[in-house]
C-alpha cells in the first residue's frame, strides 16, 4: 500500500526566513497531495493542495511543487511568521480509495 | 458555514470500559471519514461513509471498534472494551466528493 515519508520531524527557522518541508510517496497511482497545518488543540486544517497534473501551485506566501518522476512533493514557506509555528502534514490519496495517507508530520517552530 | 464538529473533546476511561465518540460533518457532505493519531505517529485513516454505507473500513484496528451513520447525518465510533492501545486523538473528516477532505477537532481518548 501507499507510503508516505515526511522530513524533517523538526524544524526551527527565524522569523523572516524561508522552510521548507519534503515528503516522497510510494504508489504511483496517488494523484493528489494536500498539505494541512494542525495548531494546538485544533484539527488539521487544509493549507494548500495539489493534483499530480501540476508541478507547482503558490498562495501567498507558500508554495507546494511536485515531482512525479522522482515521487516527492514539497511545502515551502516564505516570509515565515510566529504565527506559522504548528505542525505540518503531508499526505497523498489516489481517486480509487479516496482516503488520505499521512506523513508523520513537522513541528515548524519560527523564533522571533 | 459551521464546520465539522466532534463530541466529546476529551474522554479519559478505564481499561475495559465502553466509549462512543460522535461526529457532525458539514451539511451536505455525503462523504465522512474517521482517522486516529497514536502519540507522536502518522494519522490514520480508519474507515470512509458515503451516506449510512461503508464505502471503506480497512483501517479498523479490529472489532472492538463499531461505527455508524444513521440516516447519512452524523456518525458514531464506539470502542468497547478500551484497551490502552487506544488511546490517541480522533479525527472526523467531511467532503462533499474527492478530493479535499475537512477536518473536525479531534477526541482526546485516553484509557487508563
Known amino acids: 500500500g501507499e507510503n508516505v515519508e515526511q522530513h524533517p520531524s523538526t524544524l526551527s527557522v527565524q522569523e523572516g526566513d524561508s522552510a521548507v518541508i519534503k515528503c516522497t510517496y510510494s504508489?504511483?497511482?496517488?494523484?493528489?497531495f494536500p498539505w494541512y497545518k494542525q495548531e494546538l488543540g485544533k484539527g488539521p486544517q487544509l493549507i494548500i493542495d495539489?493534483?499530480?497534473?501540476?508541478g507547482e501551485k503558490k498562495d501567498q506566501r507558500i508554495a507546494v511543487t511536485l515531482n512525479k518522476t522522482a515521487k516527492h512533493f514539497s511545502l515551502h514557506i516564505t516570509e515565515t511568521q510566529p504565527e506559522d509555528s504548528a505542525v505540518y502534514f503531508c499526505?497523498?490519496?489516489?481517486?480509487?480509495?479516496?482516503?488520505?495517507?499521512f506523513g508523520k508530520g513537522t513541528k515548524l517552530s519560527v523564533k522571533p | 458555514e459551521a464546520g465539522v464538529t466532534q463530541f466529546p473533546s476529551h474522554s479519559v476511561i478505564e481499561k475495559g470500559q465502553t466509549v462512543t465518540l460522535r461526529c457532525d460533518p458539514i451539511?451536505?457532505?455525503?462523504?465522512l471519514y474517521w482517522y486516529r493519531r497514536v502519540m507522536g505517529k502518522e494519522i490514520k485513516f480508519l474507515l470512509h461513509f458515503v451516506k449510512e454505507s461503508k464505502q471503506d473500513e480497512s483501517g479498523m484496528p479490529n472489532n472492538r471498534f463499531l461505527a455508524e451513520r444513521t440516516g447519512g447525518t452524523y456518525s458514531t465510533l464506539k470502542v468497547q472494551p478500551a484497551e490502552l492501545e487506544d488511546s490517541g486523538v480522533y479525527f472526523c473528516?467531511?467532503?462533499?466528493?474527492?478530493?479535499?477532505?475537512?477536518f473536525g477537532p479531534g477526541t482526546r481518548l485516553t484509557v487508563l
Open positions: 504508489d504511483s497511482a496517488s494523484n493528489y
Open positions: 451539511s451536505g457532505h455525503d462523504n
Open positions: 499526505a497523498a490519496s489516489s481517486g480509487s480509495q479516496g482516503n488520505l495517507i
Open positions: 495539489i493534483r499530480s497534473n501540476v
Open positions: 473528516a467531511s467532503s462533499q466528493g474527492w478530493p479535499t477532505q475537512y
